[in-house]
């Protein structure tokens, strides 16, 4: 009955906001997503940040520290046990999440969250490992990634090479780092699953797999393997990129659409005078959906005909999206202090995406 309920809650809020909007209804008729048929998962999550699946079972980061894990409609918040103590600054916390391939043997997973020690705060890539409900730090991978007032990266997935990816921020008040190959800062970073380099990096010797990145949080492959990726730029100037192995993207020497010899320009930008805030993305029948968190919306990009457009609206800040067969799952983020709840915020929400 909640679950019903809420589904009605929503196709309201749904509804109300397309008839305020003649632009949103002309946009809707032509969206790909039914809004009418979004479902609800989850409810009452706690800033959640990154979606996995296995099988029918869904495994979110929550920023404070907590996994929830969602199997035929029941949450259940498992215990996360780190070494060290997590961070509470401003976007920080327990971010990326991604189970390791042979999860159904070994009950790993990598994760990517944001600490406070002595030393000073940081960013660290760990394996957790699931024993009756609590995950437990097993292994480190990678350590001292730069963090700092904001912008830790923190997207994790696994690459159709079997390599592991990770988006990290330029920390904030260092910007250079992003242009610093001797830095893990701005950067993307690629791993053996065992947290080893691969032979085959661009850059012999590190994990810098791209660099010259602000607060990059989103990575999506396509089936042919090209890597785009989803970055914060600087007042506005957001950027989707088309990744390739040892290019510089830019940041700070450049921003928006303009242009330097030896860097890439962005596939698509907000704009100077727009804001998406894009994290988590995902890939499918040739497009690239992105969460918006600023933007309070999915946005579709076809990296074929430039063409962009927002197909969930109306539910506030979006943090990540997943594809699953023909299912787009997304999490909102109105927990976060950035946005305004609606009734037990934060969800997951399940789509159909429609055949075209
Ligand atoms: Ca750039």
Not at 234 to 254: F, H, M, R, T
């Amino acid at each position: 009955m909640a679950r019903l309920l809420a589904f009605i809650f929503l196709a309201v809020i749904v509804a109300a906001g397309c008839s305020n909007e003649e632009k949103r209804e002309v946009e809707d008729k032509e969206a790909s997503v039914q809004l009418s048929e979004l479902q609800v998962l989850a409810d009452e999550l706690h800033i959640p940040w990154s979606i996995s699946q296995i099988g029918e079972i869904f495994y979110l980061t929550e920023r404070p520290g907590s996994i929830v894990k969602i199997e035929d409609g029941k949450r259940e918040r498992q215990k996360v046990m780190l070494e060290k103590e997590l961070a509470t600054a401003a976007e920080a916390g327990l971010l990326g999440f991604v189970l390791t391939p042979d999860f159904l043997q070994t009950n790993e997973a990598f994760a990517y969250y944001t600490y406070k020690d002595s030393s000073g705060q940081f960013n660290r890539i760990v394996v957790l490992q699931l024993e009756n409900s609590v995950w437990k730090e097993k292994r480190l991978l990678v350590d001292k990634i730069p963090s700092g007032q904001y912008h830790h990266g923190g997207r994790m997935k696994i690459g159709p090479d079997g390599k592991l990816y990770a988006t990290t921020g330029d920390a904030a008040t260092n910007p250079e780092i992003a242009q610093d190959l001797q830095s893990l800062g701005g950067k993307i970073l690629r791993m053996n699953v065992d947290g080893s380099i691969p032979d085959d990096n661009p850059v012999p010797n590190s994990y810098v797999y791209s660099f010259g990145h602000r607060n990059p949080q989103g990575l999506a492959w396509t089936s042919e393997g090209t890597l785009y990726e989803s970055e914060h730029g600087p007042s506005a100037n957001d950027e989707i990129n088309l990744i390739q192995a040892g290019k510089n993207y830019g940041w700070p020497v450049i921003k928006g659409i303009e242009k330097k010899a030896a860097i890439e320009s962005p596939l698509f930008t907000s704009g100077a005078n727009n804001t998406w805030a894009p994290s988590g993305m995902a890939y499918a029948n040739g497009k690239l959906y992105v969460a918006a968190l600023r933007g309070n919306a999915i946005i579709e990009f076809n990296p074929q005909t430039k063409e962009q457009r927002e197909i969930i609206t109306g539910l506030g800040r979006i943090r990540d999206v997943f594809i699953e067969g023909n299912s787009l799952y997304f999490i909102s983020n109105n927990t976060d202090g950035r946005g305004n709840p609606l009734e037990k915020d934060d969800k997951l929400y399940r789509v159909e995406l429609s055949a075209q």
